[in-house]
């Protein structure tokens, strides 16, 4: 009996990449419609199956104002799933979503999860600068009171944003601030104020600052020593306006990326070299296309194109042999969900799954 090729190759695909059952959640946080005054969100798990859709189970809701305030906020930031398990949103909030339940309320600057522990800083006019942290094993969180702890690297630097253009200051402990840099742009116009520019830290003396010239028409990207003042021009490009402020993720010792609206923007700090690319850096072996086009965005699976879609980059999220997006229908200046495009490894295309009112995809966890 003869096997034609096709058939055999999709065979074999197949049995490597299921060669035994695999089951993946997706965290996805909807809108209630019926509560808006508290701004209900509720989380769902999707369950696949060896990148097969099987159902969804509402885990918890959780109020996004009280007291008329902002209290637990899924659509702000980047979302943080750690430990299969606790969902770190954009503004600090801790959420258990094994025992279904809210952990951490509180409001602060993640900086990153260790071993039990979540690692906060503040940086507050009225609370003052502290860091804290959260312990998953006690259910505890309070302010770090030892001097000496220093989770992230770097030393003390902070901008001065009290008249244009901004000042960079190193305030070294128990003596007077020192002036770094007298010209450190005008920071980025997003619609919630003039946030710090995004800083990165090359090494314990060297970091790469973000430089906006005042019509957030031109990106500069600049090198500081903080021992010896020295500033050095890695690059710039154009840009335009964006409402969500730019942060820099971390790739190795000499680069990262820039986020910034739709562009990435990769900084080499030892070849002073500023890149802005084409398709995003690839995640599980996917990437798109980050510039918007009337198409929308390709995406890639190991460089080959897998598809051509509309959605925002936020509302993307991979995981080993499978990919999640957000469809949209664009008309105009207005857009509208179509559910969820799930790429499916066995088929070797996209699933659609039926969602609404998706706030945000919070990522993917093994069940």
């Not at 899924?74 to 954009?90: E, H």
């Not at 207005?334 to 490894?345: D, F, I, K, L, P």
Request: aromatic share 12%; hydrophobic share 35%; proline share 3%.
């Amino acid at each position: 009996m003869k096997i034609c090729l096709p058939i055999l190759f999709s065979m074999c695909f197949s049995f490597c990449v299921w060669s035994q059952d695999i089951k993946q959640g997706l965290i996805v946080v909807h809108v209630d419609a019926n509560s808006k005054s508290e701004f209900k969100q509720k989380i769902f798990d999707y369950h696949f199956l060896n990148g097969t859709f099987t159902g969804r189970e509402e885990l918890m809701s959780v109020p996004g104002k009280k007291d008329g305030k902002d209290y637990i906020r899924m659509d702000i930031g980047l979302t943080t799933l750690y430990k299969n398990r606790y969902l770190i949103t954009g503004i600090g909030n801790i959420i258990d979503i094994k025992d279904k339940k809210i952990l951490f309320d509180g409001r602060a600057t993640l900086i990153r999860c260790s071993n039990d522990s979540a690692i906060y800083y503040t940086n507050d006019a009225f609370k003052g600068k502290y860091y804290s942290v959260y312990n998953f094993k006690t259910s505890t969180y309070g302010e770090v009171k030892d001097l000496l702890f220093k989770p992230k690297v770097g030393q003390d630097v902070e901008f001065d944003k009290s008249m244009s253009p901004f000042k960079l200051n190193l305030y070294p402990q128990g003596k007077p601030k020192i002036e770094l840099v007298k010209d450190a742009g005008y920071g980025q116009s997003a619609t919630d104020g003039r946030p710090d520019p995004a800083m990165w830290w090359v090494d314990k003396s060297n970091f790469v600052y973000a430089y906006f010239n005042k019509e957030n028409t031109e990106l500069s990207f600049f090198k500081v020593n903080a021992d010896t003042k020295a500033s050095t021009l890695v690059g710039k490009i154009p840009i335009k306006p964006e409402s969500r402020a730019a942060t820099f993720v971390k790739l190795d010792n000499n680069k990262a990326l820039m986020m910034l609206g739709s562009k990435q923007i990769l900084i080499d700090a030892e070849a002073n070299s500023v890149m802005d690319l084409q398709f995003s850096k690839p995640s599980d072996g996917f990437s798109y296309e980050c510039k918007s086009n009337s198409y929308g965005h390709i995406v890639k699976l190991n460089e080959k194109e897998v598809g051509k879609f509309h959605f925002q980059l936020k509302n993307f999220k991979t995981e080993k042999n499978i990919a999640v997006l957000v469809k949209e229908l664009v008309m105009g200046e207005e857009s509208y969900q179509q559910g969820m495009g799930v790429w499916n490894a066995t088929k070797q295309s996209w699933d659609k799954v039926d969602a609404e009112d998706v706030l945000s995809l919070a990522g993917w966890i093994t069940e």
